[in-house]
C-alpha cells in the first residue's frame, strides 16, 4: 500500500487569494491525480499530475485556476487560485500503484478541506 | 462518456440486517470496478474492485460485490450489518484511462 500525506488537512481563506496543496507519497507511484469533492457531492476528476510535464485537465478545470506541479515520481500540488466560495470543496490526491499481480490500485489521500470566506 | 449511477442516496437499515446497495455503469466494454467507503472525517478506503474472473468478488469488513455483465450492475453486499458500517459509500469505474469516475454516492445509516 501507499501512505499519502496531504497538507494542510483543512484551512478557511479570504475570497481572492490563492492556497497550495501539497501531495506527499511514501513510494514512487506511476500516476498521481487530483480530486475534488464539493459539500454532499461525489468527487469529481480535476487532473491528472504529470511527472515532469503539464497536467491533463478534465473538462471544466483549467490550468490558470488550478495549476498543477509534479517535480518528481512522490510528491505533486494542487494551487486553487483566485478563490470564490464556489471553490469550497475537499481536494484529494490519489495514487497508483502497481503490486505485485500487475493491476492498479487507487489509493487516497485524508483530503484538503477548504472552507473560502 | 462513461457514468456511474447509484439510484440510492440514502439507506437505512437496522443492525444485523443485510445490505444491498446498488450500482450501475454504462460504459461499452466491462471496466474496472471498485467500491469504496468513506467515513465521516476519513479519507477514502478501498472495499474490494473487479477486474477480472470470478464475477462475486470479496472484500474487506465482510462485504461482497457481484459484477453482472447483462445488467451493468456491481452490486455491493453484506448479510449483517454492523453500526460501524455507517458510512458513505462510493461505486467507481476505471475505464481503462487509470483515473477514476464515481457513482454520486450512498449514504447508509444503521439503527441500533
Known amino acids: 500500500s501507499a501512505v499519502i500525506s496531504q497538507k494542510p488537512s483543512r484551512d478557511i481563506c479570504q475570497r481572492g487569494t490563492s492556497l497550495t496543496i501539497q501531495c506527499q507519497v511514501d513510494?514512487?507511484?506511476?500516476?498521481m491525480f487530483w480530486y475534488r469533492q464539493q459539500p454532499g457531492q461525489s468527487l469529481t476528476l480535476i487532473a491528472t499530475a504529470n511527472q515532469g510535464s503539464e497536467a491533463t485537465y478534465e473538462s471544466g478545470f483549467v490550468i490558470d485556476k488550478f495549476p498543477i506541479s509534479r517535480p518528481n515520481l512522490t510528491f505533486s500540488t494542487l494551487t486553487v487560485s483566485n478563490m470564490s466560495p464556489e471553490d469550497s470543496s475537499i481536494y484529494l490526491c490519489s495514487v497508483l500503484l502497481i503490486p505485485d499481480r500487475g493491476y492498479d490500485e487507487a489509493f487516497f489521500g485524508q483530503g484538503t478541506r477548504l472552507t473560502v470566506v | 462518456a462513461q457514468s456511474v449511477t447509484q439510484p440510492d442516496i440514502h439507506i437505512t437499515v437496522s443492525e444485523g440486517a443485510s445490505l444491498e446497495l446498488r450500482c450501475n455503469y454504462s460504459y461499452g466494454a466491462t471496466p474496472y470496478l471498485f467500491w469504496y467507503v468513506q467515513s465521516p472525517g476519513q479519507g477514502l478506503q478501498l472495499l474490494l474492485k473487479y477486474f477480472s474472473g470470478d464475477t462475486l468478488v470479496q472484500g474487506i469488513k465482510g462485504f461482497e460485490a457481484e459484477f453482472k455483465r447483462s445488467q451493468s450492475s456491481f452490486n455491493l453486499r453484506k448479510p449483517s450489518v454492523h453500526w460501524s458500517d455507517a458510512a458513505e459509500y462510493f461505486c467507481?469505474?476505471?475505464?481503462?484511462?487509470?483515473?477514476?469516475?464515481f457513482g454520486s454516492g450512498t449514504r447508509l445509516q444503521v439503527q441500533p
Open positions: 467507481a469505474v476505471d475505464t481503462g484511462r487509470r483515473a477514476l469516475t
Open positions: 513510494s514512487q507511484v506511476t500516476m
